[in-house]
């Protein structure tokens, strides 16, 4: 029977409005500023109570929103209602005009139109952008288990840090967990997304939106969100051990970027450890303080940047099996630690999006620790050899004339040079940021974030993730092919040759 996710009322309602654009203060303060352009052209009596009951609604909304953190998308809608006040109070001073003697001064109406017409622009302007840059809703998780999350920052002393000249500096990487979870009060406060904190949430942001030459502010939503898990939530009291998947995000990506996909395997009884690699994320915030930028970036010539993906695809891998070290030495309990005893480090799989997916595939070489490798539409880098003795799901979006002619057969090769059965999964009406968290608070631009929707991609690719790793983890009978087919158009490569 499937166990009910604690507290999942309460996120349902809390879903319900932090769903829309803007939030019912913001909505209100919009509906405000209509009214306020929309006085203008009442009837003469109606006119002073419409623009009273206007302000009364705005002024108090206004200042509400500047106490908690005026959002970008709002500042137009106050602009155009700044613009509108004006024109809006001039009815309300023409009785005392005639009381002094003085002429009523009314604007022509044909004065009149395209100043309302370019506030009513202003105004619907705030709810566009707040459409097109939302603050994300992450999905509830579909499983049986409520999701906890924390932070460890762990330290290789016996690898140096190859991005620095410094010959003591040592390789040290921040990795979240996401794993199941007890269950916790009602309205617990879930996670923050980005970060452990708003600040590292606003610094992560601002680096992601800097990395793509974007202003910072266009990130202040994803800055604001928060997550379906809760930070620092007991581990799960059923006493069973969990399977460990270990996570690489793209390049320049971050270890969140994947949160709910994360999310949503904890849910089902996994343990998710994403990891930010210093000098490669946009921004890895460290327990002292400091913040690392990225120092990785494109050449603009294809063969020397090849070689530095190469590079950097080799330094990820190190990083990621040496994170598995780490949590099989915190399963056998080298320091007190709630997850101790309940890591199933014998069943490992790992995964990556895009470059962290060539990392992973480079990891399951030559670690063979890990059981079962996840490539989330990642180009292959780095050596073909040794051939993967793991199986494989490769999640790709649809190739087009646009898509790199080297990828499919890069890609192809390292598949069918394996030894086990593997799987590449081209998933319809995805893009690139598809396998990633991107659909939730990014544009709804096809080429940008694929034709499914906010929720629909990310939904697909965790539950396709889901029935690969059930099957190559915990054994589960059957074909996964079955149940992988379902969400797009699979071939099965096996070791024999046979597809």
Not at 59 to 85: D, F, K, S
Not at 358 to 366: C, D, F, G, V
């Amino acid at each position: 029977m499937r166990r009910r996710v604690p507290g999942a009322e309460h996120d349902r309602v809390t879903e319900n409005t932090a769903g829309l654009p803007m939030s019912p203060l913001e909505t209100l303060a919009l509906l405000g500023a209509l009214a306020l352009v929309a006085a203008r052209w009442l009837a003469p009596a109606a006119r002073p109570r419409a623009t009273i009951a206007a302000v009364a609604v705005l002024v108090p909304c206004a200042v509400a929103l500047g106490m908690t953190g005026i959002r970008w998308q709002l500042l137009p809608v106050l602009a155009g209602a700044a613009l509108a006040l004006p024109f809006a109070l001039l009815p309300l001073l023409r009785p005392l005009r005639r009381r002094r003697g003085r002429p009523a001064w009314r604007a022509r109406w044909w004065l009149a139109l395209p100043g309302s017409a370019a506030c009513a622009g202003l105004i619907a302007a705030g709810p566009l952008a707040a459409w097109a840059f939302p603050v994300p809703v992450f999905p509830e998780p579909s499983g049986g288990f409520a999701v906890g999350t924390r932070v460890v920052q762990w330290t290789d002393q016996g690898r140096p840090e190859t991005f620095t000249a410094d010959p003591d500096d040592r390789r040290t990487v921040v990795v979240q967990l996401w794993y199941p979870a007890r269950r916790s009060p009602a309205g617990a406060p879930r996670a923050q997304y980005l970060g452990r904190t708003r600040q590292e949430a606003r610094t992560v942001a601002g680096a992601l939106a800097g990395g793509v030459g974007l202003p910072g502010f266009l990130m202040d939503g994803v800055a604001r969100a928060r997550s379906r898990s809760v930070l620092d939530a007991p581990v799960d009291g059923g006493g069973g051990r969990f399977p460990v998947v270990l996570f690489s995000p793209g390049s320049g990506g971050v270890r969140t970027q994947n949160t709910a996909w994360a999310e949503e395997l904890a849910s089902h009884g996994y343990v998710v450890a994403a990891l930010d690699h210093p000098y490669d994320s946009a921004a890895v915030v460290l327990a002292d303080g400091r913040t690392l930028t990225s120092e990785t970036s494109s050449s603009g010539d294809r063969d020397k940047d090849e070689e530095l993906a190469a590079g950097w695809t080799a330094v990820r891998a190190a990083d990621l099996g040496f994170v598995l070290g780490r949590l099989e030495a915190l399963d056998r309990g080298e320091g007190a630690d709630p997850l101790t005893g309940r890591l199933d480090t014998g069943r490992a799989a790992v995964a990556g999006h895009s470059m962290g997916g060539a990392a992973a595939l480079q990891a399951a070489r030559q670690d063979h620790r890990f059981q079962a490798v996840v490539d989330l539409d990642g180009f292959p880098h780095g050596p073909a050899s040794p051939a993967l003795g793991r199986p494989v799901l490769a999640l790709t979006q649809a190739l087009t004339p646009a898509t790199d002619p080297r990828y499919l057969p890069r890609l192809t090769e390292a598949l069918a040079s394996g030894t086990a059965t593997s799987y590449r999964l081209t998933v319809p009406g995805a893009a690139h940021l598809t396998f990633m968290d991107g659909p939730l608070y990014l544009p709804p631009v096809p080429s940008l974030i694929g034709s499914l929707g906010r929720t629909e991609g990310p939904r697909v690719v965790a539950a396709a993730t889901l029935a690969f790793l059930d099957s190559a983890l915990r054994g589960d009978p059957g074909d996964p092919a079955g149940a992988l087919r379902a969400y797009g158009s699979l071939s099965v490569v096996r070791p024999d040759g046979g597809g």
